[in-house]
């Protein structure tokens, strides 16, 4: 297969892009013709979208998502690689979970989809999982995402354990006790709205414990979903000292800010919360200067049922696999904060570096993971339209600009756009 007189991100001019085999056997002009080619004009090539946060829900809970409607979602959205987070029912904190996502992941038969165990069996805090019978089944990463580990010792210890196994802790920063059953950024919104605040300190005192603990352990961690201009601030003077941490953002925390959920659409509510406008521009900053590795979606999709009810009884999230790119391109690049190199850092490049994942960049011999967008395209979200089960978007009436035309997996068309 041919990919015909497409730009490529990073590269000046249009090019051809052989595949064979999965890979990419060149990248050139002129290329003599195959018995399939994509017409690539008008479209930009990038190495295959990964996301290192996303909740498929499978086993447990397929009302609201599941492994094969998330995966539709994620090739819709441009993604050619997902990682998905450990809290199902069964808790993913065993080698047989992990097993059978990879083995639906196969069935399904379209992205690339990894999982990541639990640090802690079921997910309850108290003791260790079988990490290294995770990795063995294929788990790239750890997490206990939707809570932090409480016992400083026994993060300390999951630290030392996963890394024995060359896997990292991937920290989702929440002190529940400053949490207090807050819904939403503590400030003049959920004063103005009467909704319970959680302080910005619930995140912070979270990240600085994983910077302080890798800095003590030499070891590396991962900061989750950042969202407050202390946590930026927090990991930016941790990378100066040389501490080993990365961290991600969502396209929510730079492109809304807490004053959405004046509206009380339930839609808001995620967690960490939409912070205030300060906190969003610092994420920008953090993305600009390299302080904010990599963009993520934690893709949190739920039934309506789950979100049609009164704000403080809303679950938690956002199903954003298929309206990441074009936000962040929209918000960051046609807006000045990133070039288009960057952005691909963020949503490709980065997420692979940090897990150890083959792919994220668009060379010759590399594996011909892609996804082409015409990057001139302007659309109207709309939620309804969504491929995965999750409706819950706030984004519904945003125009955007970059539409995912199509997305390539080992060589292999997983998704083109529909012609109208």
Known sequence: MIVRDVEIVGREGRYDIE?????????????????????????TAFAGLIDMHVHLREPGFEKKETIESGARAAVRGGFTQICCMPNTKPVCDNKVVVSYIKMRAAEVGLCKIRPIGAITEGQEGKNLAAIGAMKAAGAVALSEDGKSVASTGLMANAMMYASDFGLKCLCHCEDASLVDGGVVNDGYYSTLTGLKGSIRAAEDAMIAREICLAESLGLPVHICHVSTYSGVQLIREAKARGVRVTAETCPHYFTLTD??????DTNTKVNPPLREEKDRRAVVE???DGTIDCIVTDHAPHHADDKNVEYNFAAFGISGLETSFALSYTKLVREGALTLAQLAEKMSTAPAAILGLEGGKLEEGGVADLTLIDLNEKWKIDPAQFVSKGKNSPFGGMEVYGRVKYTVVDGDIKYEEKRA
């Open 286 to 288: 953090g993305l600009k």
């Open 19 to 43: 595949i064979q085999g999965g890979r990419i056997a060149r990248i050139g002009s002129g290329l003599p013709a195959a018995s399939k080619e994509i017409d690539g004009r008008g479209l």
């Open 259 to 264: 004053a959405a959920i004046a509206s009380f």
